[in-house]
């Protein structure tokens, strides 16, 4: 998918604040599914709920909200 742990790790001082964001997507995934997740099964749940670009989308939208924009620049 091109998603992977890294993707959401070195430099993202807010996994929490990034799962919060998941939850509150058009399709969102519960954050009750997010609470106990680390990094892996955080990408874990967005490849099954988004599949492969989706998951890759949705990482980029929400890494910009968070101001990262290199880390999202790098998912392209």
């Known amino acids: 998918s091109g998603l992977s742990d890294d993707s959401l790790g070195h430099g993202l001082p807010d996994l929490k604040f990034f ?4 939850s509150l997507q058009s399709d969102p995934i519960p954050i009750s599914r997010l609470e106990a997740a680390d990094r892996t099964r955080t990408v874990d749940l967005m490849v099954q709920r988004y599949h492969g670009e989706g998951a890759r989308q949705v990482t980029k939208e929400i890494l ?3 101001e990262f924009q290199q880390l999202a620049n790098q998912l392209e």
Do not use: E, G, V
């Not at 799962?19 to 998941?22: C, I, R, S, T, V």
């Open 19 to 22: 799962q919060h964001l998941l």
């Open 64 to 66: 910009r909200t968070m």
